[in-house]
């Protein structure tokens, strides 16, 4: 490697590099560079700052590279946290406009929504949280570097400052690729973030569109979707699955989510290709054409139009201007940077997590990979990460988490399986709030050992319970196990108690 011409060209491109930086920005860094890092992480999101954090906690002298200008990523930035807290104010007005308040003796006077407000309010939830990441890594002596990273060798990092255009060279014992994904576009319909919108886009609308449509009846178009439902839009999505939303959903869920959301208001077209689309810039509105791609159907065409549309059809892992042709890293089909069960690539020293690998785009999947590098480089324990007991919560009212297989995992997997169904009208806690009486808690077990296998509940708080079922799997628990753990009454958790109950004993107590 080292005679190649490769190397030649990278170490060249090193010394000119070095000067720059010498004339640069010597003052800023000078201790970085004189001692090599034990890690640099590049990206600073949920995967790369708890990797970083955790790595400086156990003694090793770690780096941080992020671009943004803030840290915390896609999910602190634009995506988890801002669309929580714009989840959180759109139900309380939805409340206040839609719900029967005087039933609880709360009389109203008219309610005036104040859009601008509210986004500022989620603005600050985001600054809060972006900022104490900074102070942690402060406490914690991780160095922080604003701007981009690329890789020259396996040893060698090039930062370029987005403060003061200069550019250092940062040698590293290890580097850990953490660079997340963006949001994938249609190709005849790019972003232009004022009326094709990525999520981005949506998160930062100063106006509530009169009409939105939504491409993707996943997690971010059903979240998206609720928001502006419940803010007054007239929400249609499109989803190309034939039968149901959020096709990675256990089926029942998914039907009983899609129920609930159109008594919300939102409307679903199934089985829909969107095969072009343009913006009408004169009379400010997209066109869209859409073609059934449902079995049998005469693939007729039809035409709709809106104020915006919002386009949420996955992500792609972020690679750009990564440099790992200088390290021989080839990307797999999709995209992702091939690793192995030690998140290390097929360069030993550098380590990718997140997004940019295998495994489903959630931030706390990234966490616990970044969590279980940092350890393993400083010696502590070999990554051991059991990718079936990793939750998904879609944030919509009601809320839906699952764990594990789903039962058509299971059917086509011919594993014998029972299933425990509680639903959340059975629960003393959920009589209590009235509306918190929809959905119920699924859980499958292994028809054999009773090992519980997975759990699928769409109800209030259902993110919330099912960090009980996480453990649950990640400690091969059995429903016998849940059943018989005394669990606090009134709370919505007992609906878990009891669902374990029928699939352990054949009954619930409640019902
Ligand atoms: P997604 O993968 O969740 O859903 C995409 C949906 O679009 C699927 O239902 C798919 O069938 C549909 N689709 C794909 N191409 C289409 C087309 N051309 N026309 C119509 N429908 C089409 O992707 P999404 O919602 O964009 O989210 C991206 C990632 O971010 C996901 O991995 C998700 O898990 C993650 N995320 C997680 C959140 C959470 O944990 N609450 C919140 C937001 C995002």
Known sequence: MKSSPLFFAVS???????????????????????????????????????????????????????????????????????????????????????????????????????????????????????????FLFKKYQVDYFKGEGTILGNDQVLFKSNQTDSEQ???????????GSESSQLPFLPFDEKFVLSSTGAL???HIPKRMIVIGAGVIG??????????????????????????????????????ILEKQGMTFKLGISVTNGHVDTLNKKVMLELESNAKGSTKAKEQIEADVVLVCIGRRPYTQRL????????????????????????????YAIGDVVRGPM?????????????????????????????????????????????????????????????PFVGNARSKTIGEGMEGFVKVLTDAVTDRILGVHIIGMYAGELIAEAALALEYGASAEDIARTCHAHPTFAEAFKEAALMAYDGKPLNI
């Open 12 to 134: 060249s491109k090193i010394s000119s590099c070095r000067k720059l930086f010498v004339t640069q920005s010597w003052r800023n860094y000078s201790s970085a560079a004189q001692q090599p890092h034990d890690l640099i992480v590049i990206g600073g999101g949920p995967g790369g700052y708890v990797a970083a954090i955790k790595a400086s906690q156990l003694g090793l002298k770690t780096a941080c590279i992020e671009k943004r200008g803030s840290l915390g990523g896609t999910c602190l930035n634009v995506g988890c946290i801002p669309s929580k807290a714009l989840l959180h104010a759109s139900q309380i007005y939805y409340d206040a406009t839609h719900s029967n308040f005087s039933k609880w003796g709360i009389q109203m006077s008219p309610v005036n929504l104040d859009f601008p407000s509210m986004q500022q309010q989620k603005d600050k939830s985001v600054k809060n949280l972006t900022s104490g990441i900074e």
């Open 169 to 179: 060279l940062l040698s590293t014992k290890n580097i850990l690729i953490a660079t």
């Open 204 to 206: 930062s609308l100063q």
């Open 222 to 259: 059903l979240e998206l979707g609720s928001v502006f439902n419940r803010l007054g839009s007239q929400v249609t999505v499109l989803e190309s699955n034939t039968e149901r939303i959020s096709p990675f959903l256990d089926r029942e869920v998914s039907h009983t989510l899609k129920k």
């Open 323 to 350: 440099g790992l042709e200088n390290v021989g890293i080839s990307l797999d089909e999709k995209g992702r940077i091939p690793v192995n069960d030690h998140l290390q690539t097929s360069s030993p020293s550098i």
């Open 362 to 422: 959630l931030a706390h999947k990234a966490e616990h990979e970044g969590f279980s590098v940092a350890e393993y480089l400083a010696g502590r324990s070999i990554p051991h990460l059991n990718y079936n007991a990793i939750p998904n919560v879609i944030y919509t009212h009601p809320e839906v988490a699952s764990i594990g297989q789903t039962e058509q995992d299971l059917l086509t997997n011919s594993i014998p399986y029972r299933v425990g169904k509680f």
